[in-house]
């Protein structure tokens, strides 16, 4: 299997520390980046290219809703896999009309978001359980 390379955008330096240790203990997995605002984001994505942008919705400076186009504009193939405390439908709905490929609430078990990171970049879509289950139909 190819490596997947990820960046990871999240205000909180404790999460994005976090998913830095969880996600770098999968061998398929290497984390080439990790960004604190939208700005930082779109630089970091144009420049490495990666193959999934995990990124989060409620950013210091922005939101992920205004991010989503610049990344999709600044590394057109990257997968992007929104996630967020919230686990609102129609966040969820939002980000993947606008073009995320993924949906994953910072609830979910770090082994549905490592699911949620194979299935986009095999090009896939992927809804967390919770929201499959409780919120995105509702």
């Not at 609102?88 to 910072?106: C, Q």
């Not at 979910?108 to 992927?126: D, K, N, T």
């Amino acid at each position: 299997m190819k490596t997947i390379t990820i960046l990871i955008v999240d205000d909180h330096h404790l999460i994005r520390e976090s998913w830095t240790e969880v996600l770098g203990t999968d061998e398929n997995f290497i984390i080439t980046g990790n960004a604190d605002n939208g700005e930082s984001a779109v630089l970091m994505a144009g420049r490495l290219r990666p193959d999934i942008i995990l990124l989060d919705i409620n950013l210091g400076d922005t939101t992920g809703f205004a991010v989503l186009p610049l990344l999709h504009a600044a590394s057109p193939g990257s997968g992007i896999i929104a996630f967020s405390m919230h686990n609102i439908a129609g966040y969820a709905r939002r980000m993947m009309k606008d073009g995320a490929r993924g949906y994953v609430t910072k609830s979910s078990p770090p082994a549905e978001l490592r699911e949620a990171i194979l299935r986009v970049h095999a090009g896939e879509q992927y809804l967390c359980q919770e929201m499959r289950l409780f919120r995105y139909t509702s």
